[in-house]
């Protein structure tokens, strides 16, 4: 062995060696700080105990705390119809039973829609019991009626006008052609007289009406006595009368005579329509209102079918 190899030896040794007594003054520190510490902590419990029991111990102080309580379950509910809601009928933490109402939706438009079925099925009842009963002698008097009006439209139009109605029909253009005389004169000295004696009654009565308001006019509740309310009616009707007053005497104007001259047209018009041949869609329409009318009368008369009523 040369001397550089155990040169190396006595260094490793000495290193292991050197290791090893930290090692022992580590556990050996280590050892007696812990029993130390055991002592000290035994010495302070002692304390404490002789303490606690010599004087009244301090009250300890309140401790506050948020808690929530957890579900053990989940539900999810829905409605079968989406609306707004009316109501929630429970509260958060309410024991609930299988059935019971927990959220009522609005339903005015269920309700309404209830109504008009209900209003529906009346009336099916009442078509229901109106057909069972058949028809009443009323209503087939009624039919018999429109079919007879049905034909004598018909016979008119085939046979043309009658006496009647060409007399009918003179006697609306004289009448026209009388108010266009009367309206192209103006008014009649009668007419004037009436119009000037309404106006100076109407005066009169005004200036009645205005005396026994100014007697009372102080009042401090003027407004709601009947003087007030005959003053306003009397100067309502003196504008009237005054304004039918100045109509009388003034004459007819341009428009009055047109509308006189107007109501001459249709007059005549009305008899050259009595008058003229019939046209034969007018006549082909006639018809068919007989035919209509007629129908109508059997349907009533038959009374209602089986399937009808089923």
């Known amino acids: ?107 005015s438009a269920q309700r309404a829609a209830l109504a008009q079925a209900e209003a529906n099925l009346a009336q099916a009842q009442a078509n229901l019991e109106r057909l069972q009963a058949g028809a009443r002698a009323e209503e087939i008097a009624q039919a018999q009626a429109a079919a007879e009006v049905a034909e004598l ?50 005066e009169a009565s005004l200036r009645n009406a205005q005396s026994a308001y100014n007697q009372v006019s102080w009042a401090n509740d003027i407004g709601a006595r009947p003087e007030s309310l005959r003053l306003e009616q009397a100067s309502v009707e003196y504008e009237r009368a005054k304004a ?8 007819a104007t341009a428009e009055d005579v047109w509308v006189a001259q107007t109501q001459v047209a249709q007059a005549r018009a009305a008899k050259d329509e009595v008058l003229a041949d019939a046209h034969p869609a007018d006549v082909a329409r006639a018809q068919a209102n007989v035919r209509s009318a007629a129908a109508a009368l059997d349907l009533l008369e038959a009374g209602p079918r089986p399937e009808e009523i089923a």
Do not use: C
Not at 16 to 44: C, E, K, P, Q, T
Not at 170 to 182: E, G, T
Not at 244 to 251: I, L
């Open 244 to 251: 039918q007053h100045e109509n009388v005497v003034a004459g």
């Open 1 to 107: 062995m040369n001397k550089q190899t155990t040169s190396r030896i006595r260094r490793m040794v000495w290193v292991i060696l050197l290791f090893g007594g930290l090692v022992v003054v580590g556990a050996w520190f280590f050892l007696d700080r812990g029993a130390a510490l055991s002592m000290a902590s035994s010495d302070v419990l002692e304390t404490v105990e002789t303490t606690a029991s010599e004087t009244v111990a301090a009250e300890l102080p309140a401790i506050t705390a948020d808690g929530y309580v957890m579900p053990a379950h989940y539900a999810l509910l829905s409605f079968a119809a989406s609306n707004t809601v009316a109501s929630i009928d429970v509260a958060e933490g309410d024991w609930v039973e299988a059935g019971a109402t927990l959220i009522t939706l609005e339903n």
């Open 153 to 202: 439209n018909l016979y008119r139009l085939v046979d043309g006008a009658t006496p009647e109605q060409v007399a009918s029909a003179d006697k609306a253009i004289a009448a026209a052609q009388a108010n266009l005389a009367r309206v192209q004169a103006g008014a009649t000295p009668a007419e004037l007289t009436a119009a000037e004696a309404t106006l100076r009654q109407a």
